[in-house]
């Protein structure tokens, strides 16, 4: 995978970051991260149709330029929409009394987050609308420099908090500037601030 390509696996990810499941996304750009191209884009293809998530044309776009065989039989089989869906979460800065206690995380993404050059790191709370394909939870923001490698900085975060404490959490890297997908733009927008870089 070239960098054109890599970079272009980071969009697709960022894009259906929030549509698909979290665990799909997480090892979709972690099998990215390790070079494990084809077994990306085969989990991404099957999870695509399994999960009934549609794509929109440009979408399907980017991933026919990151497969093999452009005309590939599993790309056909996704749905095309004309359009992203909104976003089906509402994001708050807070989450509900009983919500899961963040504050290690909150340690270990920040201090791992000053380690891969991070700017900033933000966290908000999920709550699922009733056609929402993952659970109400806490989600990570965590902001990088352009240019910065993504999915290396996502790699990073999430194995460290594996490791350190046996969680995971969604994790978003978003770069400064950038125009964000709505998922990610809505979770930004309502997150509060946790860290940031001196």
Not at 43 to 59: C, F, K, P
Not at 75 to 98: H, I, K, M, N, Q
Not at 182 to 190: E, G, K, L, M, P
Request: proline share 7%; hydrophobic share 45%; glycine share 6%.
């Amino acid at each position: 995978m070239d960098q054109l390509q890599y970079a272009t696996a980071t969009e697709v990810c960022r894009r259906l970051s929030g549509r698909l499941t979290d665990d799909v996304v997480s090892v979709v750009q972690s099998q990215i991260f390790a070079g494990e191209e084809e077994m990306a884009l085969a989990s991404l293809l099957l999870n695509l149709q399994y999960e009934g998530v549609g794509i929109t044309a440009e979408e399907a776009e980017l991933i026919r330029a990151l497969l093999d065989d452009p005309h590939d039989p599993e790309l056909a089989e996704v749905a095309v929409v004309d359009a992203a869906p909104t976003p089906a979460y509402r994001f708050s800065p807070t989450g509900p009394a009983d919500a899961p206690d963040p504050a290690g995380a909150d340690r270990v993404i920040a201090t791992e987050a000053a380690t891969a050059g991070g700017r900033r790191v933000r966290r908000a709370w999920r709550e699922p609308l009733p056609d929402a394909t993952n659970p109400a939870t806490w989600v990570y923001l965590v902001q990088v420099v352009p240019g910065a490698d993504e999915l290396r900085t996502y790699s990073a975060i999430s194995s460290r908090l594996w490791v350190t404490r046996q969680e995971k959490w969604p994790i978003e890297v978003v770069v400064e500037g950038r125009m964000l997908p709505a998922y990610q733009a809505a979770a930004v927008t309502a997150a509060h601030q946790i860290w940031a870089a001196a």
